[in-house]
T-cell receptor
């Protein structure tokens, strides 16, 4: 299996520009998570989906952030407009949330997208 | 709500020495416990997890952790570290029945030759 795939791996943009981060979860996984990692705040859960439906978006910092999952194999996290304080590493993770056993619920992380907003 | 405290932000040790990375958690409900490792410029990889049963959990790369309910701790140990263990280590908790992982701030393990 290819694991969780994220693109781009690095993104440098200017303040005010729109940024779109992409994630392809592991095939067969039905839960997808977006995290942000910064020095100041560590790893924070932004939003997660079950079966393509957003379940908890309480971690999304503000309206400039939006996430979608149009199908089971693709998700996007969009920031519009971007600001320098959005600079961070954004991770996507997926798991198989079948509800049968917590042992199957391990989250597998992608390599992350390092975003720099100038 | 749950919270995780990793007591050491950085731990330097010599190669082949033992190491313990400390993790304490706070929760009013039963939780599952995890340790993840992040190598430079990579994503997080699961080291081990405690779900139930034996409080001593063995993971990959020779790591183990012990769940102590009375002390609400889940410390990570390795009897002899290698240069390749240099990484950042994250402790995390998840409420039983929920999916949200709450992470600690991480501990940077540096191995000196």
């Amino acid at each position: 299996d290819a694991g969780v795939i994220q693109s781009p791996r690095h993104e440098v943009t200017e303040m005010g520009q729109e940024v779109t981060l992409r994630c392809k979860p592991i095939s067969g996984h039905n839960s997808l998570f977006w995290y942000r990692q910064t020095m100041m705040r560590g790893l924070e859960l932004l939003i997660y989906f079950n079966n393509n439906v957003p379940i908890d978006d309480s971690g999304m910092p503000e309206d400039r952030f939006s996430a979608k999952m149009p199908n089971a194999s693709f998700s996007t996290l969009k920031i519009q407009p971007s600001e320098p304080r959005d600079s961070a590493v954004y991770f996507c993770a997926s798991s198989s949330q079948l509800g049968a056993s917590p042992d199957t619920d391990t989250q597998y992380f992608g390599p992350g997208t390092r975003l720099t907003v100038l | 709500a749950q919270s995780v405290t990793q007591l050491d932000s950085q731990v330097p040790v010599f190669e082949e020495a033992p190491v313990e990375l400390r993790c304490n958690y706070s929760s009013s409900v039963s939780v599952y416990l995890f340790w993840y490792v992040q190598y430079p410029n990579q994503g997080l990889q699961l080291l081990l997890k405690y779900l139930s049963g034996s409080t001593l959990v063995k993971g990959i790369n020779g790591f183990e952790a012990e769940f102590n309910k009375s002390q609400t701790s889940f410390h990570l140990r390795k009897p002899s570290v290698h240069i390749s263990d240099t990484a950042e280590y994250f402790c995390a908790v998840r409420q039983k029945g929920a999916q949200k992982l709450v992470f600690g701030q991480g501990t940077r393990l540096t191995i000196n030759p």
